[in-house]
């Protein structure tokens, strides 16, 4: 079992960053890939991007390019994704998610934190 907790989420101007964390903890996860997702109220669960925890290989989808990254630290079994220069359509509930194979399909993952909400103001 593997259990992900999500914070750093909160209020913040446009223009501003916020570094979110996944603690991760249960079973090793150094076959696993480590995926962050968004929902905003409404929309689908979209994908932000993936990091491999063996290797530390990143993926980042188009429109987060150069304002979103995401990074791990093996030691503290933890995940990051670092958002800077936030707009307010970057508000929304930012979820960790662990799996397997990877990829952009929330139904792909097995495991999932609770979500923390980011909230950007103009």
């Known amino acids: 079992q593997v259990q992900l907790v999500e914070s750093g989420g909160g209020l913040v101007q446009a223009g501003g960053s916020l570094r979110l964390s996944c603690a991760a903890s249960?079973?090793?996860?150094?076959?696993?890939?480590m995926a962050w997702f968004r929902q905003a109220p409404g929309k689908e669960r979209d994908f932000i991007g993936v990091?491999?925890?063996?290797?530390?290989?990143?993926y980042h989808v188009d429109s987060v390019k150069g304002r979103f990254t995401i990074s791990r630290d093996n030691a503290k079994n933890t995940v990051y994704l670092q958002l800077n220069n936030l707009k307010p359509e970057d508000t929304a509930v930012y979820y960790c998610?662990?799996?397997?194979?990877?990829?952009?399909?929330?139904?792909?993952?097995?495991?999932w934190g609770q979500g923390t909400q980011v909230t950007v103001s103009s």
């Open positions: 249960g079973r090793t996860l150094r076959t696993y890939v």
């Open positions: 990091i491999s925890w063996s290797d530390g290989q990143t």
């Open positions: 998610a662990a799996g397997r194979r990877g990829g952009g399909n929330w139904r792909a993952y097995d495991y």
